[in-house]
């Protein structure tokens, strides 16, 4: 497709479950960015990618969350062992890790945590 | 660290009239960009304006312009003519001019348009 793709878009999961969310970038984008948006916050930073390397993750909240990518295209987000606080909407954001740095988003996950 | 200030949690406008939304950043470097995000309720976020800060000359897209004070390190959205559809959250963002950097975001503005 012509944008960045996240599935799924909504996800419910009980409490200790873990759950992956995806997200597929701009063909040929190289950076791939992570936020947590909360219910009416801002963006939150979580990871950053270039290529298949995450050279700034510290806005990882805790080692239960994880991201990889392969490919130098899709990145999948791994909550492990979720918590009610994860409730958010996870953002996915592409760009083509120039200087230019356009920014391009996702629909976003919605997940809740019951 | 880079930090971007949206003092503003919510703003309202009438249909027509002009608001301008308020930014405020805090930075060592003196090149960068700047940007304003709209997310309407669809959570969609779009790329409204986007500012070089090496460029004095205000940047503007049709009914949406900036006042960029590099001094003061201040960026503001002016929305002029406003719409219906310009409701949305409204989200400053700054990322240094250097590759492999992330984007530091506002906490937004939920602007609101009244018939």
């Known amino acids: 497709g012509a944008g960045v793709s996240q599935s799924p878009s909504n996800k419910v999961t009980e409490k200790g479950k873990d759950v992956e969310l995806r997200c597929d970038p701009i063909?040929?984008?190289?950076?791939l960015y992570w936020y947590r948006q909360r219910l009416g916050q801002g963006l939150e930073f979580l990871i950053y990618?270039?290529?298949?390397?995450?050279?700034?993750k510290s806005g990882l909240p805790s080692d239960r969350f994880s991201a990889e990518r392969t490919g130098e295209s899709v990145s999948t987000l791994t909550i492990q062992r979720t918590q009610q606080e994860d409730s958010a909407v996870y953002l996915c954001?592409?760009?083509?890790?120039?200087?230019?740095?356009?920014?391009?988003f996702g629909n976003g996950t919605r997940l809740t945590v019951t | 660290a880079q930090t971007v200030t949206q003092s503003q949690p919510e703003m309202s406008v009438q249909e027509a009239e002009t608001v301008t939304l308020s930014c405020t950043y805090d930075?060592?470097?003196?090149?960068?960009?700047l940007f304003w995000y709209k997310q309407p309720p669809s959570r969609q976020m779009i790329l409204v304006i986007r500012?070089?800060?090496?460029?004095?000359q205000n940047a503007t897209e049709n009914r949406f312009s900036v006042n960029f004070q590099k001094a003061a390190k201040s960026f503001s959205l002016k929305i002029s003519d406003s719409q219906l559809g310009d409701a949305a959250m409204y989200f400053c963002?700054?990322?240094?001019?250097?590759?492999?950097?992330?984007?530091?975001f506002g906490t937004g503005t939920s602007l609101t348009v009244i018939p």
């Open positions: 930075t060592s470097e003196s090149d960068y960009y």
């Open positions: 063909s040929g984008h190289t950076a």
């Open positions: 990618f270039q290529g298949n390397s995450a050279p700034d």
């Open positions: 500012q070089e800060a090496y460029k004095q």
């Open positions: 954001a592409s760009s083509l890790g120039d200087t230019n740095g356009l920014l391009h």
């Open positions: 963002a700054y990322r240094r001019k250097l590759t492999g950097n992330q984007f530091y």
